[in-house]
């Protein structure tokens, strides 16, 4: 079948995204699985950051930071499920090329940006464990804030990288994706240029940070799990629970992005089912899991909707 070619002149002006699926019952069920899973999990990720703000019992920083990644995530799985959603209910799904180049643009800004947030929680459980008698000092406000700060314009100039590096390439024909959004990878091959030099400069800006940030968190964590012999019982125990939240999550986001993004352009196989996974299912379900393991939030959110719902029960009885 011939998709038309929109162009002004010579330059493409939308692409076509072919989606998950062609079959329009499958797209039906994808739409209904994935909007109860935000029915489902992006509330629950509101209602960490809301209780983590207003329980004094949880201003530490471990706490700020997990505020911050639960944010960070409601911001990434903003980028790309909407469109994909709406999308699951067109034939012909197109984006603009301006639409394109933001998507792409917020996606490796936000993931870079969590990419070295968790960097920054995995320097604060080190403070902890290992410098424990330092911990207030070290790891007071004003140095939460400046990591946060540091995490978000380190995504900042990582995103600005990639989408300088895109936004002057010439994109004249064909305008097909085989994806749901606007992947890089497929991206830079329908430039009608020579995208070799791009191409590796792009890797050695995603790949080798995703790599290295990798690397750099397992051996982290490798450390402090050899910190237990030091440690009594009651401290063997939160250790081993703090490091296994966060060795989930690194293994949870780093899998997929290294899938993706660490080969050099190279394609892979089923890349549109671990870009879903990568970019709408694994980012909500991060804070999720830290929460599942931590007694002290779970105890405060229980307290807040509970305090939320009777507050709203007696307004109802008012009126």
Known sequence: MDIPLKTIGKMVTEFILLGLSQTHEVQMILFFLFLLFYMIILPSNILIVLTIQRDSQLESPMY???????????????VTPPKML??????????????????????????????????????DRYAAICKSLHYSRLMNRRVCCALVGASWAGG????????????????????????????????????????????????????VIIIMCFALLLISYTVLLMKLHTQSSEGKSKIVSNCVSHIIVVFVMWGPAMYIYALPFQAVPMEKVVAVFHTVIF?????????????????????????WGTLTILHLLEE
């Open 156 to 207: 900042f100039i990582h995103g600005i990288v990639i989408f300088s590096l895109t936004i002057y390439l010439p994109f004249c024909g064909p305008n097909i994706l085989d994806n749901f959004f606007c992947d890089i990878h497929q991206l830079v091959k329908l430039a009608c240029a020579d995208t070799h030099a791009v191409e590796l400069l792009m890797f050695l800006s995603n790949g």
């Open 86 to 123: 709406a999308d699951l209910f067109l034939h012909h799904k197109t984006i603009s090329y301006g639409a394109c180049m933001a998507q792409l643009f917020f996606l490796h800004f936000l993931g870079a940006a969590e990419a070295f947030l968790l960097m920054a929680m995995a320097y």
């Open 283 to 307: 980012p909500l379900t991060n804070p999720i899991i830290y929460t599942l393991r931590n007694k002290e939030i779970k105890s405060s959110m229980w307290r807040s909707c509970f305090s």
């Open 64 to 78: 700020f930071f997990l505020a911050n990644l639960a944010f960070l995530d409601i911001c990434y799985c903003s």
